[in-house]
């Protein structure tokens, strides 16, 4: 059954409508009929059952309404290139990332663009992985600013490093894990996460791309979390 997003939701019985990309995806791509049943999320936490009836409505047969993870992890990361940054939204939303927060780094090369193509790329994460929690993505900060936001809010926070690097641990509450640009964290940036509380965390003796240190983090630490 193939899945698709709506910002809108609904209760049994009733109609609900896709936006004309879903739309066209869903009719056009698919050549869906009457009769052909198919999943809906709102990326809040709505997973419906809807059926294709004439005059291309779609009915909602089942509405189920997900709490919030009591336990949230969220991805400080450095701006990628482009198109690392495409395929890493994707599987941060796969991997059910709450959200996204860019940071600024005294490495960072990339600049972020903004787009609505990056919520796009989020919904096809979501839709791949039934994730009903569409990521939300942070305007950057300075990674000093990301350090105060994380020591404010109690969160158990790691950084890929290869010394001193912490074993799995069991904690409440949030969960973040930061990732720096190409050039990596800067000495005086690591020393800055310790004191702000920011673990290393050693995924292996080589050194990984950004987008591949993102994805083995975010891995582990869902590990963690469980």
């Known amino acids: 059954m193939h899945t698709f997003f709506t910002e809108l939701s609904g209760n049994p019985g009733e ?3 896709l936006n004309p990309r879903e739309r066209d ?16 999320f ?12 004439e005059e291309r409505c779609i009915e909602l047969l089942e509405t189920e309404r997900c709490p919030e993870p009591e336990k949230k992890l969220h991805l400080f990361c450095a701006v990628p290139r482009k198109a690392k940054f495409d395929v890493l939204l994707k599987q941060a939303a ?17 600049k972020p663009e903004g787009s609505d193509r990056w919520q796009l790329l989020l919904q096809e994460g979501c839709k791949q992985s039934k994730n009903p929690f569409l990521p939300r993505i ?19 926070a790691f950084f890929g490093a290869v010394r001193s690097a912490e074993r ?44 591949t ?14």
């Open 15 to 17: 109609a609900v409508a």
């Open 25 to 40: 995806h869903l009719f056009k791509t698919l050549r869906a009929r009457p009769g052909d049943e198919v999943e809906l």
């Open 42 to 53: 709102d990326g809040r936490g709505c997973r419906m059952t809807g059926i294709v009836r």
């Open 94 to 110: 796969e991997l059910g990332v709450w959200s996204v927060r860019l940071i600024e780094c005294a490495r960072s090369v990339a």
């Open 138 to 156: 942070v305007p950057p900060v300075p990674l000093a600013a990301a350090l105060e936001e994380v020591r404010r809010g109690g969160v158990s």
């Open 168 to 211: 799995a641990v069991a904690a409440d509450g949030n969960f973040a894990w930061f990732v720096g640009p190409e050039g990596g964290f800067t000495e005086e940036e690591e020393s800055a996460m310790r004191e702000a509380g920011v673990r290393g965390l050693n995924l292996g003796p080589y050194v990984l791309r950004l987008e």
């Open 213 to 226: 240190a993102a994805v083995c983090g975010l891995a582990v630490l869902r590990q963690w979390m469980r």
